[in-house]
């Protein structure tokens, strides 16, 4: 396996503020590659760097083995890109617009080809405003493929997407990779980063604080399992004690923004939980040696959520 | 760069809204200025040069003064100068009253000198004229001698009002259709990230560019060609010189226009404030540059400022060129001028230019 990607010491600083620093990856090609992080942390300029849009202040980049300062021209020509918020001609039919971006470079996909596999074969005459978000945005991918790129970059392809189009890009993200194309994607969701992506840079304040599999790196935490305790009542000091001196316990916090459902009117603590063999044992026992009356429990396996609670001390919220 | 020209065409072509407007507007006026012809009806003007000095010719210029809607004008300082003006237009009418005339033994019939702009209305005024003289004659003779008055036609060039508007039009339609359509075209790709997705495509951005540029100059021959036809063929305007000339001073005129575009599409954070400042620029430079009005009749300085404006050597080109059988090589200080303005709007352009 050759490497797509390799961005080494990549810095970008916009006067006085450092919005990428110091950061250092590989994608190999044929995987489906993700950088997860909050809005801000950086995704979006590091892959702008990447696709020859915005000039390094420090750092080297090689696309397909090619540098990017010195053959911008020929990446341009190999990778697909998709931009965060990118709209297209108004005035153009979804098969003219293909064409037409297809024109700008030596190799060309077939636009009805390109259309069908996005599972847009009957809009080709549409126009881009005629479509419903979650065709919008398969277009955009498809607009991405028009080159037959060896390469693809997505930037938060799913974002502002009902689950049922989010699931369906997901599986032609999916799609794009059997066939052999390299996929880069920036993302804000944990599910989608753990649902797609072989291996995962977490991104945050313009640094990568970690790079694995999403297996490994929530393998990798000290939280295994976070237990949601619903209560009709608050906790007071004699019951919350038992549970705080259960070894495993690492800390209690009162969940104040509430999901949704039959949880909404009671009181919602949250336990993280060491990683030590006894730790479920040792809960369970803490809630009944307690006393309160429960609502509802749940046993959660840690998540990528955790991951970045852990590695950055901040929750990741859209 | 050909399929992006291509693409250019089609899509200006199916924003009919926008396409509409590069028409609508300019053909408005034309059919405004069409109809209202300000020399048909109000007043035609006549000089008198009366060299008699009778009381028969004081009495002649003094009916003449009676005639509603005809201007006594001043004494324009000789025949000569007199027959030149009427060529020229400046003047409609000019009446000869020679020394022995209604006096003396031999009779010296008066003069009255026309042009061919509008035959109808010489028919009238030489009628009339002839009747004044009569009258004249018959209170001072006894017998009316067997010529009063005899008529000069002087061949003129004939350049109505409506003429000189239409080339007005002309450049007004190019000018604010250029300015605004580029602006807003520019200002909504970059809103829309379509600039951004063209740069991470290996196309050459300057391509982009010139296809922007090239459909632009295709849709501004389609206005003069639209605008002159309309203006030609059912106003019956008239034009003598050579239409072709025509096509480098629309061209350089458009670059102009199109470079202000693209300017104002830096300014702009949104379409419509792209339209609006567009629209800022290009209406006051219809005005003061002369699209309708002749320029020496604004007040004080402006009519340096008026020429200081793009548009006024564009029009003024137009306008020697097709009405005045100007040669290109006739107006090549108004093609310097357009030419150092396509230059320095491309400098400015160039600087201020932003993808996002």
């Known amino acids: ?318 | 760069m050909l399929p992006l020209t291509v693409a250019n065409l089609k899509m200006l072509a199916r924003n009919r809204q926008t396409t509409f407007w590069a028409l609508f507007f300019p053909l408005v006026l034309v059919v405004a200025f069409g109809l209202f012809d300000p020399t048909s009806f109000g007043s035609f003007t006549l000089a008198v040069i009366d060299e008699a000095q009778t009381p028969a010719a004081g009495q002649m210029t003094a009916e003449l003064e009676g005639i509603p809607n005809l201007r006594v004008e001043a004494e324009p300082g000789g025949v000569q100068a007199g027959r030149r003006l009427v060529a020229d237009g400046a003047l409609d009418y000019l009446l000869f009253i020679p020394p022995g005339f209604a006096a003396g033994e031999v009779f010296v019939p008066a003069t009255l000198v026309a042009n061919t702009q509008d035959e109808g209305r010489n028919q009238l005024i030489e009628g009339i004229v002839r009747r004044i003289s009569e009258e004249v004659i018959l209170g001072e003779a006894t017998a009316l001698p067997p010529a009063t008055l005899v008529t000069e036609r002087l061949a003129s060039r004939q350049v109505s009002y409506f003429d000189l508007v239409l080339f007005g039009l002309v450049g007004m339609g190019i000018m604010t259709n250029a300015i605004i359509s580029i602006a807003v075209r520019i200002s909504n790709y970059r809103n829309l990230s379509i600039l951004k997705r063209m740069l991470v495509t290996p196309l050459p951005i300057w391509q982009f560019f010139a296809a922007e540029v090239m459909a632009q100059l295709a849709l501004a021959l389609v206005q003069a060609v639209v605008i002159l036809a309309v203006g030609v063929f059912v106003f019956k305007a008239q034009i003598n010189g050579n239409v072709l000339y025509l096509l480098p001073v629309v061209l350089l005129g458009s670059l102009i226009f199109l470079n202000i575009g693209f300017i104002v599409s830096a300014w702009a954070n949104s379409p419509a404030a792209a339209s609006g400042i567009g629209n800022a620029v290009a209406f006051p430079m219809m005005f003061f540059a002369g699209t309708f009005f002749s320029t020496a009749t604004l007040p004080g300085l402006l009519p340096y400022v008026a020429d200081a404006l793009p548009l006024a050597p564009m029009l003024a080109a137009l306008r020697e060129i097709a009405i005045y059988e100007a040669s290109l090589g006739q107006v090549w200080p108004e093609l310097a001028i357009l030419a150092g303005w396509v230059a320095g709007t491309a400098l400015v352009a160039i600087r201020v230019f932003r993808f996002s």
């Open chain 1, 1 to 318: 396996m050759f490497e797509a990607i390799r961005v080494e010491g990549l810095v970008k600083r916009f006067g006085s503020f450092t919005a990428v620093d110091d950061v250092s990856f590989v994608v190999m090609a044929g995987e489906i590659f993700g950088i997860l992080g909050p809005n801000g942390a950086g995704k979006t300029t590091t892959l702008e760097i990447i696709e020859g849009l915005q000039k390094p202040s420090a750092g080297r980049v090689s696309v397909l083995g090619l540098d990017s300062r010195r053959e911008a021209g020929r990446i341009k020509g190999r990778i697909g890109v998709q931009l965060q918020s990118s709209a297209y001609f108004n005035f153009l039919s979804l098969r003219e617009i293909l064409h037409l971006l297809g024109s700008f470079y030596p190799r060309r996909a077939v636009p009805d080809e390109l259309l069908e596999q996005v599972g847009l074969a009957d809009k080709g005459s549409s126009r881009v405003n005629q479509l419903s978000g979650g065709q919008q945005q398969r277009f955009t991918v498809a607009a991405s493929l028009v080159n037959a790129p060896e390469l693809v970059i997505l930037d938060e392809p799913t974002t502002g997407l009902d689950p049922q189009a989010r699931h369906n890009l997901w599986a032609l993200i999916g799609e794009i990779q059997r066939r052999g194309i390299t996929v880069v994607l920036t993302t804000h969701y944990m599910e989608e980063a753990e649902a797609l992506c072989q291996r995962l840079a977490i991104m945050d304040q313009g640094r990568i604080v970690a790079i694995d599999t999403p297996d490994n790196l929530i393998s990798r935490i000290e939280t295994t399992y976070t237990v949601k305790l619903v209560t009709p009542a608050p906790l007071t000091e004699k019951q919350s004690r038992p549970l705080e001196r259960v070894a495993a316990v690492q800390s209690v916090s009162q969940d104040l923004e509430a999901p949704t459902g039959e949880t909404r009117d009671g009181h919602i603590y949250q336990l993280r939980l060491d990683k030590t063999p006894e730790a479920l044992n040792d809960i369970l026992d803490g809630i009944v040696r307690s006393g309160v009356t429960l609502k509802h429990l749940e046993i959660l396996p840690a998540t990528l959520e955790d991951v970045f609670l852990e590695l950055t001390g901040n929750e990741l919220r859209d």
